[in-house]
């Protein structure tokens, strides 16, 4: 019902800049939420960054002033600029959709995760 296909990912060197994308499709409604979030080797999936229908958005502390975030309503797309990459921002980057479907007659909740893409920063 609900497809989230992540890209942007790759081997860079600390301090430079990466900029990753989520496309949503589907039978979808409404968006509620996108965010993205991201998963080390050894440790929990943790926040990264969220927004909003309304353009709210919530950072953690390991990134602010470092990475933005922004959406695309028309495309169902949202977007993590990365600026002054870290080896600590070493991980697998998932994308996260929160919002309504179609299906039939009836209108359903979704909460999806993409596939995940390795974003790796060498020192």
């Known amino acids: 019902q609900v497809q989230l296909v992540e890209s942007g990912g790759g081997l860079v060197q600390a301090g430079v800049s990466l900029r990753l994308s989520c496309a949503a499709s589907?039978?979808?409604?409404?968006?509620?939420?996108m965010g993205w979030y991201r998963q080390a080797p050894g440790k929990q999936r943790e926040l990264v960054a969220t927004?909003?229908?309304?353009?709210?958005?919530n950072y953690a502390d390991s990134v602010k002033g470092r990475f933005t975030i922004s959406r695309d309503g028309a495309k169902n797309t949202v977007y993590l600029q990365m600026n002054s990459l870290k080896p600590d921002d070493t991980a697998v980057y998932y994308c996260?959709?929160?919002?309504?479907?179609?299906?039939?007659?009836?209108?359903?909740?979704?909460?999806?995760w993409g596939q995940g893409t390795q974003v790796t920063v060498s020192s």
């Open positions: 927004i909003t229908g309304g353009e709210i958005t």
């Open positions: 589907g039978s979808i409604r409404r968006i509620h939420a």
């Open positions: 996260n959709a929160q919002g309504d479907y179609s299906i039939l007659y009836s209108i359903r909740s979704f909460d999806y």
